[in-house]
């Protein structure tokens, strides 16, 4: 279950009060996209009802900065029949395949919708942690080979970018 608006804008006074400037919305499922419909949480804000909360957060003078989680920590996403295929490991909601060619084309539609909804940012947070997994799949073990598991990550997250 998710935080409903008047408790999120009840805080948001509160932390601009006590002098914050900046909030870092990690808002996953909780909002209705167009680009992964079927990964909305039951209660997930619309985009228009969200807008408003951001909308709030920048006449209390705090800064929005998206995250988006782009190759671990999407198991709201791989569970979903219709992505399950772009996951390092068949089977496995924990991770993104870097070189499912699908999985770039998802995510840069995915951020554009974000940064439809957030307007003119200058931050946008890429969530790249805990990639445990990356290099396991038969594709990313060839890479990693030939190249090396470091340049597979960084790569992934400079096409991302």
Not at 19 to 30: A, F, H, P, S
Not at 50 to 59: H, K, M, N
Not at 80 to 91: A, M
Not at 149 to 155: G, H
Request: glycine residues 4%.
């Amino acid at each position: 279950m998710q935080f409903k608006r008047e408790y999120l804008e009840k805080w948001l006074e509160e932390l601009a009060r006590r002098g914050y400037d900046t909030v870092i919305w990690e808002v996953e499922n909780n909002i209705r996209w167009t680009t992964c419909p079927q990964c909305a949480s039951p209660d997930a804000f619309s985009k228009e009802e969200f807008a408003q909360i951001l909308a709030s957060c920048g006449e209390l003078g705090l800064e929005s900065i998206p995250l988006l989680q782009v190759i671990a920590h999407c198991e709201y996403v791989l569970r979903h029949d219709e992505y399950g295929h772009l996951s390092e490991t068949p089977g496995e909601i924990r991770q993104y395949c870097p070189q499912n060619a699908e999985l770039l084309p998802f995510l840069t539609k995915w951020i554009a919708e974000y940064l439809e909804l957030f307007g003119d940012v200058k931050f946008f947070h890429l969530g790249a942690d805990e990639a445990w997994w990356m290099g396991s799949c038969e594709k990313c073990a060839a890479f990693v080979a030939e190249n090396s598991l470091s340049k597979l990550y960084i790569d992934h997250i400079n096409a991302v970018a």
